[in-house]
């Protein structure tokens, strides 16, 4: 993948990051040159910049007091869960035989996400790695020095549980070196920081997984996330429109839609950024082959029956034919990402006449004050 990767070329686009219930949105931009991209800025006033750099460098405790004090309210129960184009069977089909290695994109995504971690000021004192294997044993490591605290790793799947763990913990005579690793998932309220890169996308059930992430952060504590976005691959799903056959892949959530749902899930203050980049690839058959890596077509109105070799040959020659190219001949490829980060909120629940707060609730109100 290190050829895909020396010939990549990145446009960065941002729509907008969120200071609201829903992030504002500006326009794309793009140029020439190797790894092009535009400023985090782009389009954005002096006072919204300023508003932005309030939310990372006061101490996270500070933000509790007044500023960011949100009522939120909890997501509509009439909203379907699962989205709407993805085939239930075909998700839990393909966390099972999802690639043993991580993919060269996740990998990449994984790099520029801990660069926007870099806008903390204060580092973790527990935190939870969601499905290591879509971050790669790199970013791991790297993480692992930036933090210095526990660390939990939460792999659902057994099958892929039982792979990430010799690649990720470390050999019997290290283990009394540095913060401790837990292959738990950690109790309620006892985590500063979780990291999912590459994941909300593939969930069957995604607001229920940033409910779970809600429950496990103390107030304060916040959530670093990735995922693919709705531009990604759009290349291919005209082709397969133009050709006449079924929907291409399931439709990607857009970034706007995830920072409503972090809302409704008791987040405060949601950031959400996107970014497009654009990979070139000199034959076919190499595009075909690294799609295959990022997952599979969950379209409920996919082709239902096996596909047969002829038909690869017409995808092939269809590519071929009719795929976008750069002026040098490569063939371009889409890819949107998109980032979200969101605080805990440190407003305690709203109280009516007669109310039930956990014991873990109250625990922490009351602890909530004290100095650290």
Request: glycine fraction near 6%; include cysteine; charged fraction near 20%.
């Amino acid at each position: 993948m290190s050829a895909v990767a020396d010939q990549a070329r990145a446009q960065r686009g941002q729509r907008g990051r969120a200071l609201a219930n829903r992030p504002l949105q500006s326009g794309h931009s793009s140029g020439p040159g190797q790894l092009r991209q535009t400023t985090h800025w782009l389009g954005m006033s002096e006072r919204s910049r300023d508003h932005i750099r309030l939310l990372y460098w006061p101490p996270l405790s500070a933000l509790s007091s007044g500023w960011c004090g949100v009522d939120f309210r909890p997501a509509n129960v009439n909203q379907p869960q699962t989205p709407p184009t993805y085939d239930r069977p075909a998700v839990l089909r393909w966390s099972q035989v999802a690639p043993r290695l991580t993919p060269w994109l996740h990998e990449e995504v994984a790099r520029r996400m801990f660069e926007r971690l870099q806008w903390i000021r204060h580092k973790p004192r527990a935190w939870t790695h969601w499905s290591p294997l879509n971050s790669g044993e790199a970013a791991h490591r790297t993480l692992m020095l930036w933090c210095d605290a526990p660390a939990s790793m939460v792999q659902a799947e057994p099958g892929r549980l039982a792979l990430a763990r010799p690649l990720f913990e470390r050999p019997w005579w290290q283990r009394w070196r540095g913060p401790s690793l837990s292959w738990q998932e950690p109790a309620p309220h006892t985590q500063d920081l979780i990291w999912a890169n590459m994941v909300l996308h593939t969930e069957i059930e995604p607001r229920d997984l940033l409910q779970r992430w809600q429950r496990l952060l103390r107030a304060d504590g916040f959530v670093m996330f990735s995922c693919l976005g709705p531009d990604t691959a759009l290349e291919l799903r005209q082709l397969y429109q133009d050709l006449g056959w079924p929907p291409a892949g399931a439709e990607f959530t857009d970034m706007h839609d995830w920072g409503d749902m972090l809302v409704g899930s008791g987040f405060a203050e949601p950031v959400m950024d996107m970014e497009r980049l654009t990979l070139t690839f000199a034959r076919a058959e190499a595009l075909l082959a690294e799609l295959r890596q990022w997952g599979r077509n969950v379209h409920p109105q996919r082709f239902q029956a096996l596909r047969g070799r002829n038909w690869r040959s017409q995808l092939v020659a269809a590519i071929e034919q009719h795929w976008p190219r750069q002026a040098d001949g490569r063939l371009t490829l889409t890819v949107e990402l998109v980032y979200g980060h969101a605080l805990k909120s440190a407003a305690g629940p709203k109280l009516g006449p007669l109310s039930t707060v956990s014991v873990e609730a109250m625990r922490e109100m009351l602890q909530r004050d004290r100095p650290r």
